[in-house]
């Protein structure tokens, strides 16, 4: 038979925590059963009317990551920060903002057609959904691989580009891409070519680090030399012709030379290791070092082509600590500089203000330029981090200068 044992209920601690807590839960859940807790929702609150879009300028499109859009409408919000901007998935900065417009900057996301539309805080629902386009301001230009690198470049009347090509490290010659990006063979040459350019006959000039300028007439015909400059210590890199078919043509050397149409060379003192020459109207630019400075000066030429006296137009070195190394101008007097900053493409306008093209934009420093068609300027560039060397095809919105009539 068994014994049947009373339970023992003498105080145990492990007991009586277990009871107390218990209780201690029916009190507390009791409690939160008695009635409905007060809700944070305001039935009364009113939200701010929905936003509506009625205008945007520019119409159809804007640059990526550059232009500041004008939007008009209703139900804006004053406070620039309450406006949020969508394009597509992209929000733009706002900068400027007032019950009926909105003045945001386009974000950096180039897309074809994408959905602009904007939400004001404390509004229930989005504005209406307008169809709009982000233009790139810049695009890779001539599917150059990562074993091909670009020295000189230059354009013809059409808008072709042309460009010195080498190929795993060895030349291949001058090659032709149209305004569509299909490339060819224009010149085969054993050399790189520094820098060329169409004379007003239609012959292709170039200088490759020696003593000479070199000219070609034509698709397939091979670079003879035109002229040659006495000194033979001289290196010419960079050159450019006049509209009287003046070759203007320096280096790292202690002279400009310019050579007339009867190769007749002429030579004008001047010491610096010069990266580009440009010309505008009766001026000749020059971009180089000279006592570990990057400055670009230029030089007055006469009636008879004569070079007139060096003067100091601007100082990289000093301005941001950059080098310079092309140059080209707008119709409209503006000088577009390439350099290595961060900020690689200036704009120096006729008076001598500068500013930076497309801030944000542009990362790799830029070697050389050239105008093509409808103020589109071309522009070599050197490899940075991930980003290999190559062409790059520029929206300027300006029209270039040039005796080709771009």
């Known amino acids: 038979m068994f014994n049947v044992l009373p339970y023992d209920f003498r105080y145990r601690p492990g007991r009586f925590v277990l009871l107390t807590g218990g209780l201690l839960c029916v009190v507390l859940f009791g409690r939160c059963d008695s009635g409905t807790a007060p809700s944070i929702y305001d039935p009364d609150r009113l939200s701010l009317p929905d936003p509506v879009i009625e205008g945007v300028m520019p119409e159809g499109s804007a640059l990526a990551g550059v232009d500041v859009v004008t939007i008009t409408g209703t139900n804006f919000s004053a406070q620039p920060s309450d406006n949020l901007v969508y394009f597509g998935d992209a929000r733009g900065d706002v900068v400027e903002a007032s019950p009926s417009q909105i003045q945001v900057t386009a974000p950096n996301d180039p897309q074809a057609e994408l959905d602009l539309r904007i939400a004001v805080i404390g509004a229930e629902n989005f504005s209406n959904t307008v169809r709009y386009g982000l233009d790139p301001p810049f695009v890779d230009f001539g599917d150059v691989r990562d074993f091909e690198d670009i020295?000189?470049?230059?354009?013809?009347?059409?808008?072709?580009?042309?460009?010195?090509?080498?190929?795993?490290?060895?030349?291949?010659?001058?090659?032709?891409?149209?305004?569509?990006?299909?490339?060819?063979?224009?010149?085969?040459?054993?050399?790189?070519?520094?820098?060329?350019?169409?004379?007003?006959?239609?012959?292709?000039?170039?200088?490759?680090?020696?003593?000479?300028?070199?000219?070609?007439?034509?698709?397939?015909?091979?670079?003879?030399?035109?002229a040659v400059i006495p000194n033979t210590t001289v290196r010419l890199t960079t050159m450019t012709i006049d509209a009287n078919g003046r070759i203007w043509a320096a280096g790292d050397n202690t002279e400009i030379y310019s050579i007339d149409s009867d190769k007749t060379v002429n030579a004008y003192a001047f010491e610096a290791d010069i990266q580009d020459i440009a010309l505008f109207q009766s001026y000749l630019y020059v971009a180089g070092v000279q006592d570990e400075a990057s400055k670009v000066w230029r030089f007055s030429i006469g009636p008879n082509g004569d070079l007139g006296a060096a003067e100091e137009w601007v100082d990289f070195t000093s301005l941001n600590g950059s080098n310079a190394y092309a140059l080209a101008f707008s119709q409209s007097g503006h000088l577009y500089v390439g350099t290595d900053d961060t900020e690689p493409i200036?704009?120096?306008?006729?008076?001598?203000?500068?500013?930076?093209?497309?801030?944000?934009?542009?990362?790799?420093?830029?070697?050389?330029?050239?105008?093509?068609?409808?103020?589109?300027?071309?522009?070599?560039?050197?490899?940075?981090?991930?980003?290999?060397?190559?062409i790059i095809r520029i929206v300027s919105r300006r029209l270039g200068y040039g005796k080709l009539g771009f």
């Open 151 to 226: 020295s000189g470049i230059t354009t013809d009347p059409s808008g072709n580009l042309y460009a010195s090509l080498t190929s795993f490290g060895a030349a291949v010659g001058i090659i032709r891409i149209t305004p569509e990006g299909e490339r060819s063979e224009f010149v085969s040459s054993p050399f790189p070519w520094a820098d060329i350019e169409f004379g007003p006959d239609n012959s292709l000039f170039g200088v490759r680090s020696v003593r000479a300028v070199f000219s070609s007439s034509g698709e397939g015909s091979n670079f003879q030399v035109f």
């Open 346 to 390: 200036l704009v120096i306008d006729p008076d001598g203000a500068s500013e930076v093209l497309y801030s944000g934009v542009f990362t790799q420093p830029v070697r050389a330029f050239a105008w093509g068609l409808e103020g589109l300027l071309y522009a070599t560039t050197n490899s940075i981090d991930s980003d290999p060397a190559g």
